[in-house]
């Protein structure tokens, strides 16, 4: 079963808006990562947030963590049309298999010109 | 540099056939590796996980199986394709000597079954 689950499942956005995607999670987590995939390519790593960080910048990506609510959101602000792609969150649980990753099911960003 | 090889990147195969794919990790040791499939629009379902060489952890049951070699090598595999087993299958690795957390994701195989 799928541990996280994004929301919404597709967001369409001009470019030079921002995006927001959220992600929950059912169990206990050691990290939580946020990936991109390009249509039918491998999925590339964004950025990860430990449970103990509520907040983490990088570039024009803006994670939060609130592990009360078991939820991250992706924040991509100033969004360019190179930013379309599939994002996903995936968890790595709070026990010894700290390395096994979870994935949520995506949302599929569009950003039209 | 670490990278990560997959291959073929596209496979027909029919409805009975046997299924081999090939992952190979290099520049690093003792990596975790991983095999996903993802169906069309969907998320990644986690199918096999490995911690060392002979060590298979298996998460939902099917028709396939994995074995790992050697040390950077992972293999996925079928002695009969089902049509359920079309999709695009992924391997990954994470830890290392770099103790990397995040996972790194070869391009993937689309696979079809006949």
């Known amino acids: 079963s799928q541990q996280g689950e994004e929301d919404p499942q597709a967001l369409s956005i001009q470019e030079g808006e921002n995006a927001t995607m959220n992600c929950s999670y059912k169990?206990?987590?050691?990290?939580l990562q946020w990936y991109r995939q390009n249509s039918g390519r491998g999925l590339v790593h964004l950025i990860l947030?430990?449970?103990?960080?509520r907040e983490k910048h990088s570039g024009r990506l803006r994670v939060t963590l609130d592990t009360s609510k078991k939820s991250s959101s992706l924040l991509i602000t100033a969004s360019r049309a190179a930013d379309t792609a599939s994002y996903f969150c995936?968890?790595?649980?709070?026990?010894?298999?700290?390395?096994?990753?979870?994935f949520g099911t995506g949302t599929r960003l569009q950003v039209t010109l | 540099s670490q990278t990560i090889h997959q291959w073929p990147a596209t496979l027909v195969q029919p409805v009975g056939s046997p299924l081999s794919l090939e992952c190979t990790v290099e520049?690093?040791?003792?990596?975790?590796l991983y095999w996903y499939r993802q169906a069309a629009g969907r998320g990644l379902q986690l199918l096999f996980y490995?911690?060392?060489?002979?060590?298979i952890s298996s998460e939902v049951p099917q028709n396939l199986s994995a074995s790992r070699p050697q040390d950077r090598q992972f293999i996925l595999s079928s002695k009969k394709l089902l049509l359920s087993d079309s999709g695009f299958y992924l391997c990954a690795w994470s830890g290392g000597q770099g103790m990397r957390t995040e996972a790194f994701f070869g391009q993937g195989t689309r696979l079809t079954v006949v």
């Open positions: 520049g690093t040791s003792n990596p975790n």
């Open positions: 490995s911690v060392g060489i002979g060590q």
């Open positions: 169990t206990s987590i050691n990290n």
């Open positions: 995936a968890t790595s649980p709070f026990t010894g298999t700290a390395s096994k990753l979870t």
């Open positions: 947030i430990r449970s103990n960080e």
